[in-house]
């Protein structure tokens, strides 16, 4: 069974860091682009970056290299987003997807609710 679970959100403050886990089950994470997502109250779900499978990074726009990245741990079958320099707008519920087809940097366009999600977790940057 698929499975993608997102953790390590929690309430941090304005310039803080945080690094989110998505551990997944059913596949292995460095087989296929991982795409990761942030959801705030009222707003479409947006894309933050596709971590290919190759461990190449496309990010999307307003989501700046410096400030997130990726990378996975083979061993524990789970990809990372390490996010710094937080502000209050980065306040929402951050999620990690896949199609299990994609390889590429340029594949997490396409994931769709059709795809395998995880159920998110969620950040608060405040002070």
């Known amino acids: 069974q698929v499975q993608l679970v997102e953790s390590g959100g929690g309430l941090v403050q304005p310039g803080g860091s945080l690094r989110l886990s998505c551990a997944v089950s059913?596949?292995?994470?460095?087989?296929?682009?991982i795409g990761w997502y942030r959801q705030v109250p009222g707003r479409e779900r947006e894309g933050i970056l596709c971590l290919a499978r190759n461990g190449d990074i496309a990010s999307y726009v307003d989501f700046p290299k410096e400030r997130f990245t990726s990378s996975r741990d083979k061993a524990k079958n789970t990809v990372y987003l390490e996010m710094n320099s937080l502000k209050p707008s980065d306040t929402g519920v951050y999620y990690c997807a896949t199609d299990l087809v994609s390889t590429g940097e340029y594949d997490c366009y396409e994931f769709d609710s059709s795809h395998y999600w995880g159920q998110g977790t969620q950040v608060t940057v405040s002070s």
């Open positions: 059913g596949f292995r994470a460095a087989d296929y682009s």
